[in-house]
């Protein structure tokens, strides 16, 4: 199946609560803007698809400090798969039978 749930506790720094977990989809083709699951010096990640002043695409972190990762060949950065919906707990506490 395409479509794995996966949780990102720490994911503040990508815009996304930690209570929110993003649906990844990893059949589904990145375009520019989309929030991806990268794999980055080995070890999983969200970033954004962006490109740079040349036109190349890159991973854009949201953290400031992050520099942007290329997708060329021989880069450190891979796309894992796409995050396409977001799922989020409503109810306030645990859920009682």
């Given at each position: 199946?395409?479509?794995i749930?996966?949780?990102?506790?720490g994911a503040i720094?990508?815009?996304?609560p930690g209570a929110?977990t993003?649906?990844v989809d990893?059949?589904?083709?990145p375009s520019t803007g989309s929030?991806v699951?990268?794999?980055?010096?080995?070890?999983?990640a969200?970033?954004?698809?962006?490109?740079d002043?040349?036109g190349?695409?890159?991973l854009q972190?949201?953290?400031?400090?992050?520099?942007?990762?290329?997708?060329d060949?021989?880069a450190?950065?891979?796309?894992?798969?796409?995050?396409?919906?977001a799922i989020h707990?409503?109810?306030?506490?645990r859920?009682s039978?």
């Amino acid at each position: 199946e395409p479509l794995i749930s996966v949780l990102f506790g720490g994911a503040i720094t990508a815009k996304i609560p930690g209570a929110i977990t993003p649906k990844v989809d990893r059949a589904a083709p990145p375009s520019t803007g989309s929030l991806v699951v990268a794999v980055v010096d080995g070890a999983f990640a969200l970033r954004r698809v962006g490109r740079d002043a040349g036109g190349r695409r890159v991973l854009q972190s949201a953290h400031p400090e992050a520099p942007d990762r290329a997708l060329d060949a021989g880069a450190e950065a891979t796309i894992w798969g796409v995050a396409r919906w977001a799922i989020h707990r409503l109810w306030p506490g645990r859920v009682s039978s």
